[in-house]
């Protein structure tokens, strides 16, 4: 009998948690693999130039070695594929292999792989590789790197540019911003980061004599992987399967193939032999995508009473050497989210993709999202501070009301659902703001500075606009031994089984056993993957469709059972019931009762994006002497929609305020004029411990959506949206204004203490 905790809307504990905790999870690094060679990748240390020599015999004489190869053996191979392109530019594709040819663009591009008999012997013969670089001028900053006189990335280029991305109308920002009553302008930077896995990448590659392939790796989205690598390759789709591993952590990086995804297969190839790549961490900060780089310039008008007239962001974000798959989709694909939970009514930006000498970038846990929301809330609090208003006031007399809904922003998203002002006064009661302004005067009494911070979030979740949604696929097999569930979603720590598990009860009353089965093109011919908060929605849509059949199929054997005729039932609370009496029998009975198994399966679409919101409260205590920050207490109301259970929820939410926490306060990846790396290990990058969190408390405010049958909206991003703003307001709140426009995040201490104690130049 299954527990009665498996109900849909209930909270539950992961029923993956129990194997992972035992250690007994099934990582890359843990896949068997008899008379598995080791793959070693030799990597430029110079950022830039051209290749001069590349001598490898050295390493091919060294013990162990099997097989080195080079950019010269990649013939046949073709470039990365574009994924993305931003809507109405021409992006002219780089030359984008798995390793470097003629020149090297960043430190840490693969130049080389020895592939040996022991990670040991790999490792040594990497040392051997002699490469030499006739060095070029570098850039690393977009803002200069979008200068005419800019070193070049790539020589034959007119420019650095890549594209320039534009929204909305500048005259009509100009004509509001004339006649307003103030206009805030300010710079804002955004700091560039790293996801920072748990288990850093790694593959296990094999081909078999006939040249089949497969490819075991951690990934949010296997048929994703399994379509770029079969591009670059140049192969047909069949020839490669894509096996999932357990994945410790992905938050977006792990949303396509990587070069040594495509080398880890040549190498096989070429050997005959499985063939094994383990990054470290270190390989990580040189080789793992980057995200969230921008420095813009925004403008806020308003009128004399405090209504918001028209908001500007003219912007700069590095995209790296590659123009990589997604490279530019998180600095361009959410710039409608700047409208955030306002009646904001004209909105111009613009922002331009730079090549910088560094590692492409790629979408981020929320994927430009938090950084939109960081802009307008921002802003929204300068305005009040310039202005002389409550910050609170100023946002309620902007928000879109509940009854305004739905409600279409200037830029082609239509929310369909939410209560923007009862969220922020649930998060502000919550987190017993009324009070705020004695644990002020207490904190100043111990020498501290106090500040409340609060950002209101609102993020486009599975695909934004109507009509941009994926499809996604579930197969469904119900028979006598239990309910097994197929789906092309790559779970990467979010608990698909145990939610598909209260979907499957919810819609087929399903409290039997449950496997979910996924991650492997070759058992599951379709699907598109796990990222921008759209699994529930997406797998959700998908399970409806094949439960529908299902309980089409089995309905005249139910009816049997009943011993009525099959028009005289309706599927109801969770079991097949005879109309107007108490006689029902649920599935799971007639499955056992029959021996009947009923299969069926849905590759479909959601109505419409989604659109996850709330409001998020951060109080921070700031040692002056030091500028130490630590967070004292943090209150989030959300709206996911329908919660399928909200101990997952709320686990998502901790994590990705943690992760935003991190990026407001200590994490940021940091080149130096040469381009080397300077942040190239967590001796130098920071990252949030248990002592710089706090209790992270989550109220619960949905408003389902009609954009897909549950009702449900993405929770996998929605902490990471809101926290970057809240969590810097709360700082800027207490060390005040002037100071507060000399800080940039992220707020470490040395920043904020130069912020409270400005040089002579900067007062």
């Known amino acids: 009998m299954a527990r009665p905790e498996t109900r849909f809307g209930t909270a539950q504990t992961r029923d993956e948690d129990g194997r992972l905790v035992r250690g007994a999870g099934c990582f890359v690094a843990d896949v068997p693999a008899e008379d598995a060679l080791w793959m070693e990748v030799v990597r430029s240390p110079y950022p830039a130039g051209r290749i001069t020599a590349l001598d490898l015999n050295a390493a091919r004489a060294m013990p162990g070695v099997v097989c080195v190869l080079s950019g010269a053996d990649q013939a046949g191979l073709r470039p990365f594929p574009l994924r993305y392109v931003p809507k109405g530019c021409d992006v002219v594709p780089t030359p984008f292999l798995p390793m470097a040819t003629d020149r090297v663009t960043w430190v840490g591009e693969p130049v080389a792989v020895v592939v ?46 890549a594209f320039t991305y534009e929204l909305g109308d500048r005259d009509a920002f100009e004509a509001a911003a004339a006649w307003a009553a103030h206009v805030t302008r300010a710079r804002i930077e955004i700091s560039r980061v790293a996801a920072m896995t748990l288990e850093p990448r790694g593959a296990l590659a094999t081909c078999s004599p006939e040249g089949h392939m497969t490819l075991w790796t951690g990934t949010q989205a296997p048929h994703r992987v399994q379509g770029e690598l079969a591009h670059v390759l140049d ?271 919810r819609l087929l009353g399903w409290r039997g056993p449950v496997t979910v089965r996924g991650g492997d093109t070759g058992e599951i011919a379709r699907g598109t993957g796990t990222f921008g908060s759209r699994t529930m929605g997406s797998v959700g849509a998908a399970m409806q469709a094949g439960s529908a059949q299902i309980l089409e199929a089995a309905r005249p054997e139910a009816a049997d059972l009943l011993e009525v005729a099959a028009r005289d039932l309706v599927f109801a609370q969770g079991a097949f019931r005879v109309a107007g009496t108490d006689r029902a029998i649920p599935l799971a009975e007639v499955t056992a009762r029959t021996g009947r198994t009923f299969t069926a399966e849905a590759f479909v679409a959601t109505e419409a994006g989604t659109f996850p919101n709330g409001a998020h409260v951060a109080e921070v205590d700031v040692d002056p002497d030091t500028g130490t920050v630590q967070l004292a207490a943090y209150t989030v109301a959300d709206d996911v929609g329908t919660v399928i259970n909200p101990l997952l929820v709320e686990g998502q939410v901790h994590g990705g305020v943690a992760q935003g926490l991190g990026q407001a306060l200590m994490e940021r990846i940091v080149h130096d004029a040469d381009a080397a790396l300077l942040t190239g290990s967590l001796m130098d990058y920071a990252v949030p411990r248990a002592t710089d969190l706090c209790r992270i408390e989550v109220l619960h405010t949905p408003t389902p959506t009609t954009a897909n049958p549950l009702g449900v909206k993405g929770a996998g991003e929605s902490g990471t949206v809101g926290a970057l703003a809240a969590v810097m307001n709360a700082v800027c709140d207490a060390i005040g204004p002037e100071a507060a426009r000399r800080l940039q995040m992220p707020a470490s201490p040395h920043r904020v203490w130069a912020a409270l104690n400005p040089t002579e130049e900067e007062t």
Not at 134 to 161: F, K, L, M, Q, Y
């Open 235 to 505: 192969l047909p789709l069949d020839r490669i399967r894509v096996r999932k591993t357990d994945t410790g952590g992905s938050f977006g990086m792990r949303n396509g193939a990587f070069p040594e995804d495509a080398l880890a297969l040549l190498a096989a190839r070429a050997t005959g032999r499985p063939v094994r790549w383990q990054g470290t961490r270190s390989e990580g900060f040189l080789a793992d995508t980057a995200s969230r780089e921008q420095s813009v310039d925004a403008a806020l008008a308003l009128d004399a009473d405090g209504t918001f007239l028209a908001l500007q962001v003219d912007g700069y974000a590095p995209i790296g050497a590659q123009m990589g798959q997604m490279s530019g989709h998180p600095m361009t694909s959410n710039l409608p989210g700047l409208v955030g939970v306002y009646r904001t009514p004209v909105i111009h930006a613009v922002m331009r993709g730079v090549h910088v000498n560094a590692m492409h970038m790629a979408p981020y846990r929320g994927a430009g999202r938090p950084e939109a929301i960081y802009v307008i809330e921002r802003m929204v609090e300068l305005a009040a501070a310039e202005t002389g208003r409550d910050p609170v006031a100023l946002r309620l007399r902007n928000m879109i009301g509940p009854d305004q809904m739905p409600w279409a922003t200037p830029h082609g998203f239509t929310y369909d659902s939410g209560d923007f002002p009862t969220a922020l006064r649930a998060a502000l009661a919550g987190a017993d703001a009324a009070g705020f302004a004695a644990r002020r005067e207490a904190a100043r009494a111990r020498g501290r500075l106090r500040g409340l911070g609060i950002a209101c979030a609102i993020e486009p979740a599975g695909g934004g606009p109507k009509g941009a949604q994926l499809p996604e696929y579930a197969q469904l097999i119900a028979g006598p031994e239990g309910l097994e569930i197929r789906t092309g979603a790559g779970d990467a720590g979010q608990g698909h089984a145990t939610a598909f598990a209260q979907i499957a009860e």
């Open 116 to 161: 040996a008999e022991t990670a040991g012997q790999a490792s040594d013969a990497a040392d051997a590789v002699a490469l030499e670089v006739a060095e070029a001028p570098v850039v690393t900053d977009a803002r200069a790197g979008a200068a005419p006189e800019a070193p070049r990335v790539w020589p034959d280029r007119d420019s650095n540019i």
